[in-house]
């Protein structure tokens, strides 16, 4: 089964560039849940899994794919063509 939420736009916190981006949550034969978050835009996409994190235990942003991290199975960025990146997280 899938929920695709598409064409959400979100400006960067950073840069302000506009990001379009879509999900995708899907329950897998194995019934485990796998949540796809696709971006497209030209910031660059997310830093090396050891930076992931605030920059400081006091910054207001940077712990998304911490946290997403930490509560996921298995967590993969992917970056399938220029300008796009995909964070898929597997929960079970």
């Known amino acids: ?3 695709p939420l598409e064409g959400q736009t979100k400006p960067c ?3 302000g560039e506009i990001a379009v981006y879509s999900v995708r ?3 897998e ?3 485990s849940v796998s949540i796809a978050l696709t971006s497209h835009g030209s910031n660059g996409g997310p830093p090396p899994r050891a930076l992931w994190g605030p920059s400081s235990v006091l910054a207001e942003t940077g712990r998304g794919l911490l946290v997403v ?3 996921s199975e298995n967590v993969r960025v992917q ?3 220029p300008g796009e990146i995909v964070v898929t997280a597997t929960l079970r």
């Open 69 to 71: 991290d930490q509560l």
């Open 13 to 15: 916190t950073q840069c």
């Open 25 to 27: 949550v899907a329950i």
């Open 29 to 31: 034969s194995d019934e």
């Open 1 to 3: 089964m899938n929920h």
């Open 79 to 81: 970056r399938p063509s």
